[in-house]
């Protein structure tokens, strides 16, 4: 749930020491990649920039309102975890001795760049945002009009966040397998970005998944196609689902020129393991299935 407003789970990062936050960010490191854990950070300072554009409201907003919860007992051989969660960033990570599931992850920010204020400059997901535009610029007509589900975006698009475990979509937009080389490539590329959260090694495993079922993504669009567009898309396949979307303001709607109006300055990814898979659920029941535990 994004909300700020929901009940979290956990230990909140303002009530930590310093001590304890250091520890959580321990955590963090040892388990995200470079890459991930700045986006993590990224969007907490951004969380505090949304605050100072509520009149300096930190009870709402702020960099420390994330929560920590750690579920079970760190093992080398006994499944355990631990979540992230609060506004614009939820990360669920699963371990079972040397396997991982990071699903679902959500990230996002409103605004996406801090053109003033304490943290002036940070900025998030714009290799994403400028991977993406290219991906669906690269097609040609034919290949255009099977991704391109509608040309105009009018409002939210994403289909897999909060209360949609589980979640079944159907296939659309154009398969892999009709691209020529190096599109697949540029596809598989843009498909990294959001795995490369993970710890190099885990992204590693974690795209050979993708490439072997390669032939069955889908890549679907909404939106135009212009350089300053506003859009959302979704990479479908048996094994990972990404989507990004610009959304309508929601907490700077006092800021906007159209608060109706989709904006690149709010933007939400949603990354998941289809088929009930989030959560490490699949490696649970095979766990449960060889060890009983009573």
Known sequence: ?????????????????????????????????????????????????????????????????????????????????????????????????????????????????????????????????????????????????????????????????????????????VRASELPGAQREQLTALIQLFVDNMKEGRARVRMSEVRAHLDETRFAWVGATDPGAVFYFRIQSPVILIELDHQRPANLRHLAKDPQAPTREHIHVVVRTPSGNDYGKDLLRQHYRQHPHK
């Open 1 to 173: 749930m994004n909300q700020h407003f929901y009940v979290r789970q956990g230990v909140s990062f303002r009530d930590m020491t310093e001590a304890q936050r250091e520890s959580a960010f321990g955590l963090l490191r040892g388990s995200l990649s470079a890459r991930g854990l700045k986006l993590s950070r990224d969007i907490m300072r951004l969380n505090h920039t949304l605050g100072e554009l509520n009149g300096d409201n930190f009870e709402e907003y702020g960099e420390w309102l994330y929560h920590l919860t750690v579920m079970g007992t760190p093992s080398a051989n006994e499944p355990w975890g631990w979540q992230l969660d609060g506004h614009h960033l939820i990360v669920n990570y699963f371990v079972l001795g040397d396997q991982v599931v990071m699903t679902p992850l959500f990230v996002g920010s409103e605004p996406v760049t801090a053109t003033a204020g304490k943290y002036k400059g940070t900025s998030i997901l714009q290799d994403e945002q400028a991977a993406g535009l290219a991906m669906v610029q690269a097609l040609d007509g034919a290949q255009k009009a099977k991704a391109i589900l509608q040309s105009s975006k009018a409002g939210n698009n994403n289909l897999a966040e909060a209360f949609k475990d589980n979640v079944v979509l159907e296939y659309a937009g």
